[in-house]
């Protein structure tokens, strides 16, 4: 059980580890919802209904096949009001290549993102798996603020089912703490019922739904 909650909520000592990586906001009173993986049909639909139903925003790090794939989802993200973020054009874990071909990947995936929304910025970038050496966090700090979380979610594990995942959320997040949660077909059948209870939990509670 410990191991299991080092992954939902990793320990404060690799926020020292890694300072120059973003992993909990300082709003008070706000909760930041982040989707990792997609855009994908249907899926990313439901999520945006969902987040609609409770006024909220969220920023959705995509990956950048996905993007040019289907960019009219993205679009419909970012029209209503959430914000696109980078996660590599591949979905590549950054201990497994070198630096130039993992900037690379960035690089990719920011193209992507720019064809759909030519004159805006891409700020934010996750590293998938959250794996990603020192050098790669000095090159890429440069160009972006390096996100991970507070809360795993777990949504993407077969193994749960979707009051573990709730339960993983609600145990754990707290003001500013940064969520992930994922917009895929592996997470789906785990993420349709766990985020609408997350989304009235934290409403309830007079919680914020914030971009980061």
């Known amino acids: 059980m410990k191991l299991f909650k080092t992954l939902v909520k990793p320990p404060v000592w690799m926020r020292f580890l890694f300072p120059?990586?973003?992993?909990?906001?300082?709003n008070s009173n706000s909760i930041y919802l982040t989707f990792d993986d997609g855009p994908t049909p249907e899926i990313t639909d439901f999520v945006l209904q969902e987040l609609e139903n409770y006024n909220a925003k969220a920023t959705f790090f995509c990956i950048g096949k996905n993007v040019l794939e289907h960019p009219e989802i993205c679009a419909k993200v970012a029209a209503h009001g959430h914000t696109l973020a980078n996660h590599t054009m591949n979905h590549i874990k950054g201990w497994k290549v070198s630096t130039e071909i993992y900037l690379q990947e960035i690089e990719d995936c920011n193209e992507a993102l720019q064809k759909v929304f030519p004159n805006k910025k891409v700020n934010f970038f996750r590293p998938p798996y959250g794996k990603i050496s020192p050098s790669q966090i000095q090159k890429v700090s440069g160009e972006y603020e390096i996100v991970l979380w507070s809360v795993l979610s777990c949504d993407y594990d077969e193994s749960l089912n979707s009051n573990d995942v709730v339960e993983n959320v609600i145990q754990y997040a707290q003001s500013g703490s940064i969520i992930v949660f994922h917009?895929?077909?592996?997470?789906?059948?785990?993420?349709?019922a766990a985020l609408p209870k997350v989304l009235a939990h934290f409403s309830e509670k007079g919680f914020q739904f914030s971009t980061l």
């Open 183 to 192: 917009d895929t077909t592996k997470a789906f059948p785990r993420l349709k």
């Open 20 to 26: 120059n990586v973003t992993w909990k906001k300082s």
